[in-house]
């Protein structure tokens, strides 16, 4: 009885750190835009690491246009007020 209800509390930890997300950012699962520079109207220039399962996120839903593709980062011009952790979200 002690072992399922060990087992039990396993898999529920480990659910609640997959929904979190923090285990999937940290293993290089999912993709993550951190801000470059900042434009004097606000506007920020953002770089997109591709993760291993979604690949690039997209920032287009976040009224981002798409820079260019350098390397494995896309650059993503992004108005005022856009938080990286909003990436493909």
């Known amino acids: ?3 399922i209800v060990a ?3 396993c898999i529920v930890a480990l ?5 979190d997300g923090r285990v999937l950012h940290t293993a290089g699962l999912t993709g993550v835009c951190s801000p470059v520079s900042q434009t004097v109207d606000g506007a920020e220039l953002e770089a997109c ?14 009224g981002c246009k798409a820079a260019g593709v350098k390397d494995a980062l896309e650059y993503w ?3 005022a007020g856009v938080q990286p ?3 493909g979200r």
Request: aromatic letters at 0%.
């Open 1 to 3: 009885m002690k072992g």
């Open 7 to 9: 087992i039990a509390v």
């Open 15 to 19: 659910m609640v750190a997959i929904k």
């Open 49 to 62: 690491k591709p993760g291993k399962l979604e690949g690039r996120p997209d920032l287009t839903k976040r």
């Open 77 to 79: 011009r992004c108005p």
């Open 85 to 87: 952790t909003d990436a």
